[in-house]
């Protein structure tokens, strides 16, 4: 459970502030760019990037100070699952349960903002396993363990963001909104 010990310990690492500043310069010098390139507002650029270093900061840094328990074979809770029979019991009841929904909801915001971006969800969602990949690849770099079920619900996270981005995007009210943009030669209408 995150507390304010936990929170003020967290933003006291040295990593984490360098890498919420760099997100920031990058939102900075590349959101319009990144804005530009897909025709979309230059916020939804500026968002997108601070996003992604949002996310970097959350998982980069090693926290020495809790044990990781973690599942060395992946996916074998549905094993489990469907060998008890109780497949709703033993979702609700497993340890690690809030942080698969953590990973999922973390994500969110990349598939939204990815999405309100490019336009295109098979674009968004391999950005965010290619991300994900990253985290968990650079996690096992720094001594922590990666784990291929937070891969799964990052993606997972990701590809329900872009789902919820398409849906709004469909509402009558936003869609001519965003008809107004420009669209970049090469690229059909929403």
Sequence with gaps: MLNEEMALRYL??????????????????????????????????????????????LTAPLDTSQEIETTRIPFSYVVDTYTHSEIYRELLTLPVFSERWANVVLFLPI??????LSRRFLRTTAFGAAFSLAIEVWQTVIGRIGDINDLRNNVIGTALGALVALVILRVPGVRRTQASMP?????GQV
Excluded: E, K, N, S
Excluded at 111 to 116: I, N, P
């Design 111 to 116: 598939g939204v903002l990815g999405y309100l």
């Design 12 to 57: 006291a690492m040295p990593a984490v502030w360098a890498i919420l500043l760099t997100a920031a310069a990058a939102a900075a010098a590349f959101g319009r760019r990144l804005a530009a390139r897909y025709g979309a507002p230059t916020l939804t650029g500026v968002l997108f990037i601070l996003a992604v270093g949002c996310i970097a900061a």
């Design 183 to 187: 669209v970049p030669a090469g690229r």
